[in-house]
Structures are given as structure tokens and as C-alpha cells.
């Protein structure tokens, strides 16, 4: 893996993506066997906490215990970074202390500068704009389940957020087609379809519905996320109006494949974007997508902070 940092899918190449997932399938088969590869001995993770959560949190703290290292969490009231001091000041002054930066915020900027004047590796954990360790665990998991990505489908239906743009950088990384259906307003701007193209060579590899029965028709992979993120709660009764014909559930799936998988990246509000019969059913493989959280940022961290 080349790059310093993660910060988006798009400083990754289709090899480099490849050498995350097998080094995630050798931590994860090792660990199924219950042994754990101490590359990370005495080294700190610095995690910066602007927003909270559950999966990012303990996944990359059990993590770094893995591999042998350690985490120390930072929520915005320790560190209130960009306005306690200039992020480049905490940027410098963390790169003295610990081994590498996981940071969960609200703006892509922070992540960008503060990656910028770290002398360590720093690790987009999440912005608003995009979620880099998700749609490298989804694609992974996908890879787990089928074998390969050729000829599948990838359909995605909600909002045009992070995780939809991380799901569409990578799918153009790796040739897969991906189809998202969004309501009018909510879609993937054209500026970001266009960045993502050149990432395909030229290709057409995003596919835009606003009927979600047409994009998930003969899917082999139906993916759904929550329509209220973090920091939109005042457009919540906005968006249930607008987001109300866009659940996945058993309608919705007679389109799709008779084996189609299903997959949600969590927290889930149950009986909104997905019902209970879906989410618990036969199809899901949304538990085994939450685990590989884990071992995908295993991966990250070995290959990044062990440099």
C-alpha cells in the first residue's frame, strides 16, 4: 500500500485495494484460529472522536489490541480541534506522541488538513462526505460471499451520502457497476460523477434511479443506509416524506435475485429504510459486514503503521 494516508477511495489504486483485502483475509483466518499477529508491539492510535459511535470506536480500539498496540480516545470536548487550536498545531503536536490518527468528523476539510501536517499516518474514520473503512469492509464482504465482483450488481437505494459516494469510488476502482436510486434532491451531484468516471478511465460505472425498483432489479447485492444522518436531525419529518417509497423489504426485493444479499452498514432504524423482516432474514448479511469492520481495519493498521 502505497499511500501514507487513508483518507478517500480515490488515493487508493485497484492494487492497492487488493493488498488491503488479502492481508484482511490472512488477520481474519488467523484470528478465526485464534491468534492475533503482534506487528503493532508498543504502538499508540491517536482517535479523534468529533462524532461518536459504536462499530467505529470498538472496532479500531479491539483492533490495535490485536495487533498488539494500544488506542487512546479523544472526543471534541478533550481536543475541540480547529478551535481550541489551529489543526495543523494538533496535527504536529499528536504526530509527536502517538504512531498514527483515526479521526471520525463532520468535514472532509479536517481530515484533508490534518493529514496534511501529520508526520504519521492518518485514518478518515468518517466525514460527512466520505466513509473510506465502510466501502472498503462492504466490497470485501461482497468478495467473501460471491467468490469475485464479476458480473455482480451492486444496488444501493437512499440518500447520495458518504457512504454511497465511498461505494461508488470503489466500484469504479474495481470495474463493478453500481446503481443507486435516490430520491430528487438527494442524488450524487453530477460534479462527483464526474470525478468518478475519470476514476473508471472514462467508464460509465454509476447508474442513477430515482425508482428503486429499477435499480434494484435483478441485484445481486441491495444496500440501504439510514435517510436521518448525524447533524440532520432537524430535516427528519423532510426526509421520511421524501425517503418513504425507498424502503428495502420483501416488496422491494421481488426485483432483485432469488439469492440477493442484503446489506446495511448500521445503525439501523428498523421499519424506516429497512423492516425487521429483512434486516433479520435469510438475505442479510449485514452482521457478517459489521464484523469485517474489524478485520479490514486490522489490515489498515498493520499496513500503514507498521511502515
Not at 499516518?121 to 465482483?149: M, R, W
Given at each position: ?165 465511498s461505494l461508488a469510488q470503489i466500484c469504479a476502482k474495481l470495474g463493478l457497476h453500481f446503481h443507486i436510486a435516490s430520491p430528487k434532491g438527494y442524488e450524487l451531484t453530477p460534479d462527483f460523477l464526474s470525478k468518478t468516471k475519470q476514476m473508471a478511465d472514462g467508464n460509465e460505472v454509476v447508474h442513477l434511479y430515482q425508482d428503486p425498483r ?94
Amino acid at each position: 500500500m502505497k499511500c501514507k494516508d487513508l483518507i478517500s477511495i480515490a488515493d487508493l489504486s485497484p492494487t492497492d485495494i487488493e493488498e488491503i483485502f488479502t492481508v484482511t483475509k490472512e488477520l481474519k483466518e488467523w484470528h478465526n484460529k485464534g491468534y492475533d499477529e503482534k506487528c503493532l508491539n508498543g504502538k499508540i492510535l491517536g482517535m479523534i472522536f468529533e462524532k461518536s459511535s459504536m462499530r467505529t470506536r470498538v472496532s479500531f480500539e479491539v483492533a490495535m489490541v490485536h495487533l498488539g498496540g494500544y488506542a487512546i480516545y479523544l472526543t471534541q470536548s478533550d481536543i475541540n480541534l480547529g478551535k481550541r487550536e489551529a489543526v495543523k498545531d494538533g496535527a504536529r503536536v499528536l504526530s509527536r506522541y502517538v504512531n498514527g490518527i483515526a479521526i471520525r468528523t463532520f468535514g472532509q476539510e479536517t481530515i484533508q488538513e490534518l493529514a496534511r501536517f501529520a508526520t504519521v499516518p492518518v485514518i478518515n474514520a468518517l466525514s460527512d462526505y466520505l466513509h473510506p473503512c465502510q466501502a472498503l469492509t462492504d466490497l470485501y464482504t461482497i468478495k467473501e460471499k460471491f467468490g469475485t465482483y464479476a458480473n455482480l450488481k451492486l444496488a444501493f437505494v437512499g440518500d447520495g451520502n458518504n457512504i454511497a459516494r465511498s461505494l461508488a469510488q470503489i466500484c469504479a476502482k474495481l470495474g463493478l457497476h453500481f446503481h443507486i436510486a435516490s430520491p430528487k434532491g438527494y442524488e450524487l451531484t453530477p460534479d462527483f460523477l464526474s470525478k468518478t468516471k475519470q476514476m473508471a478511465d472514462g467508464n460509465e460505472v454509476v447508474h442513477l434511479y430515482q425508482d428503486p425498483r429499477e435499480a434494484v432489479e435483478n441485484a445481486n447485492v441491495v444496500y440501504t443506509d439510514t435517510w436521518i444522518s448525524m447533524g440532520q436531525e432537524a430535516e427528519i419529518e423532510v426526509r421520511k416524506q421524501a425517503f418513504k417509497s425507498f424502503q428495502v423489504n420483501s416488496d422491494l426485493l421481488k426485483s432483485a435475485k432469488s439469492d440477493v444479499k442484503v446489506m446495511h452498514c448500521l445503525p439501523a432504524h428498523r421499519g424506516e429504510e429497512i423492516t425487521d423482516e429483512i434486516i433479520d432474514g435469510a438475505s442479510s448479511i449485514v452482521y457478517d459486514q459489521a464484523e469485517n469492520r474489524l478485520h479490514i481495519e486490522k489490515a489498515l493498521l498493520k499496513l500503514l503503521l507498521r511502515k
